[in-house]
């Protein structure tokens, strides 16, 4: 069923909208960025991943951010540029519903402040992608939308749209994730990676599921522990680690982990313990 939203709305929210832009050349990156008080730009961590970081405003040129923190885990990001002239939005006071029209804004494919809008499917956790209860809607979202706001009808803001499941639902970080990470001002427990779920046949010809190592994060506790890109990580302290949310939780709960990994030809499992150290929010997993 249709639904209206006033005009002054859409253009206010738009008005809180940023695009942020990352990198150049080739390695060249675009997203959305949501407008908060103090000159601070929220949008998701996987937006922000190149060296540096612009933001462009409604009604201005685009201006170097300076990147306050990064959570991976949340895929939230904090930026702020200094004489930033975008009104903040307001976060919206009420939970989300089932059935609840939704209105987004962002930067899909390069067209500036595009205005979608859809409903509520539902809300809560979904398997393999970690903790977060994610806002599940019907919105017609596309690259470039990642980081931007999801929105009530009044403009108030709900959440940040994250990403699509193919021939499924939206899905945006709700505000009381948006909100824990605000106020997260202590350091983390790091492993020091960045790892894809894959999965692979072993040597037996068994068909298993684990954790491929993409990079290291330099002089952190995997690099520390002698592991290396293209290692797969099968299994943490006894968990199987099918999804970077297994890997989270093993985290969570221990100062050390032992490691069962494959690499090279994957002819023999390995093992190694690490040890993990206290890093500031900006890290990897």
Known sequence: MPFSVPGHTVELLRRSTVRVTTGDGYEHGCGSGIVLNGGRVLTNAHVVRGSQVCIEPWNGPAQQAEVLKVDQRRDLALLRADGLDAPAVSFAGSTVEPGQPVIAVGNPLG??????KGFVYTTGRLRGLGETPW??????LAPGNSGGPLADVHGD???VNTMIIAG????????SAIQRFLIITQ???SLGVIVRPIAFESSDARRQRGLLVLELVNGGAAECASLLPGDILVAANGTP????ADLFSVLDASDTVRFFFFRGSRQAQRQVTVRLVPTPLMSAA
């Open 111 to 116: 067209f500036a402040g595009a205005v979608s």
């Open 135 to 140: 806002i599940q809607s019907d919105l017609r």
């Open 157 to 159: 803001l709900l959440g």
């Open 168 to 175: 499924g639902p939206a899905l945006a970080i709700p505000a």
């Open 187 to 189: 350091p983390t427990r």
């Open 241 to 244: 680690l099918a999804s970077p």
